[in-house]
């Protein structure tokens, strides 16, 4: 029972590093929050501090997912899902202790979370994100429909074998919780798709269009 509660507390202040912010601060001398978009994850990161600091933030905030998800194996847990694990890191990721409960937008954890669990459903999802982020150029508007794609495919798939062989009901929940987190926390995201007013990304084709009053 320790070795629970001890792996579920690593988990949350695992996913509670802040990692753009702590990167911004001790290398650029600069707190993301002042700056951009205000958030603190990668695609903020990014746009402020360069591609360096931008995959580093996206790579650790990965990670801190699929680590979580190896929490049970590394500390000989049994009996709960490792997806627990993960969902408590990306609670972590958006609620963060060592940021005052300030996170980011728990798309690079979600997706480490889901690697470390199910690399097959992973792959599916990236597939779809990239596809959209190719036609939308958006970051934000790839995160939301894949989270969306998420959601339909954990409920419907085990149905047919594909992917996901049988149905597991704490997968599918906790996959429908990381999505819904996702796509909460996108919410100004979708105002500004909706008035053709979201940052791009200089790759893709932007097929609505989108003009941004700050460009990236």
């Known amino acids: 029972m320790m070795n629970i509660i001890i792996g579920l507390v690593l988990a949350y202040l695992l996913g509670s590093i802040p990692t753009g912010l702590w ?23 990014f746009r402020i501090l360069g591609k360096t600091a931008g995959t580093a933030t996206f ?6 997912g699929t680590f979580a998800t190896l929490l049970p194996f590394l500390l000989h847990i049994n009996g709960i899902s490792p997806m627990i694990f993960g969902l408590l890191a990306v609670l972590g990721h ?13 798309v690079a954890t979600s997706a480490g979370v889901v690697l470390g669990f199910s690399p097959a459903f ?20 790839a995160s939301i429909v894949a989270a969306s794609f998420a959601i339909a495919s954990a409920l419907l798939f085990p149905a047919f074998g594909f992917l996901l062989p049988s149905y597991d009901w704490l997968f599918t929940g906790i996959i429908v ?17 909706k008035n053709k007013t979201e940052n ?9 269009k989108q003009t941004p009053k700050n460009k990236p």
Do not use: C, Q
Request: overall charge positive.
């Open 177 to 193: 919780a990381l999505a819904s987190i996702i796509m909460i926390r996108h919410r100004d995201n979708v105002e500004r798709i």
């Open 122 to 141: 992973f792959i599916y999802l990236v597939s779809i994100f990239v596809i959209t982020l190719y036609l939308g150029s958006m970051i934000s508007l």
């Open 200 to 208: 791009l990304i200089p790759w893709g084709i932007n097929l609505s």
């Open 59 to 64: 790579i650790i905030d990965f990670l801190k």
């Open 23 to 45: 990167i911004g601060k001790f290398f650029f001398k600069k707190n993301l929050r002042e700056y951009g978009s205000g958030n603190t994850g990668t695609t903020n990161t």
């Open 94 to 106: 958006t609620f963060p202790i060592f940021a005052r409960f300030k996170g980011g937008k728990a």
